[in-house]
């Protein structure tokens, strides 16, 4: 596991991002980890996070000439995100976009820069894979072109058929999906570290039950 994904797993945990116990899903599993992007809510827990989609987004390697975040938890990463990169030498363009059409001053409902070339998405996780269809939706509208997904955390667990959530978006969309971290690092960090040792059996538990390869 990259040195970064364990900090960013420890940084999680930090701020009770990352839990473990026994807690229910939206599809009515009792999970034995929860993951809450919203507790990164305070200016300096945004500013790390910005920093580790960044150096997922550069080790992944993947093309792209613009950053769109999606409303409304995408608006913060994706400014965030940019800021990060820039700070790293990579500056780039980004634009997020509004629920609702405005219909004075800049109007319509994107704001940012205009959306054209590879258009890299960035959310915190991926659950039904609404918010990317819509997404991939508004880019393909502006004719630029969707060129994948960036995330916090991959489940890698089965939704309502044999694919993960992650890889719908793959096969729908043929797009690739990055990380800044799976339930394989997290696996590997509960394996490896004897203060959380004790979570490891049920993880693996829940993901010979629900999970994907």
């Known amino acids: 596991m990259s040195d970064f994904r364990q900090a960013f797993i420890e940084f999680a945990i930090e701020r009770k991002v990352l839990c473990f116990g026994e807690y229910k899903t939206k599809a009515g599993r009792l999970s034995p980890y929860f993951f809450n992007a919203g507790l990164f809510n305070d200016g300096d827990a945004l500013r790390r996070l910005g920093q580790f989609y960044a150096k997922a987004i550069l080790a992944a390697e993947v093309p792209f000439d613009m950053l769109f975040g999606p409303a409304y938890k995408g608006i913060p990463l994706v400014n965030a995100i940019a800021i990060a990169l820039a700070e790293m030498g990579y500056n780039h363009p980004f634009c997020f976009n509004r629920k609702e059409i405005k219909d004075h001053g800049e109007g319509g409902n ?36 969707p060129c994948g997904v960036a995330i916090a955390l991959d489940r890698m667990e089965r939704g309502t058929n044999e694919l993960s959530a992650a890889q719908e978006v793959r096969q729908t969309h043929d797009i690739p999906v990055i990380s800044i971290i799976s339930l394989n690092d997290l696996t590997d960090f509960l394996q490896s570290n004897a203060d959380y040792n004790c979570y490891l059996e049920a993880v693996l538990q829940y993901r010979q039950r629900y999970g994907v390869v």
């Open 110 to 145: 994107l704001i940012g820069a205009p959306l054209k070339g590879r258009v890299l998405i960035v959310d915190d996780v991926i659950s039904a894979g609404t918010s990317v269809r819509e997404s991939v939706d508004l880019i393909s509208m502006a004719r630029a072109k």
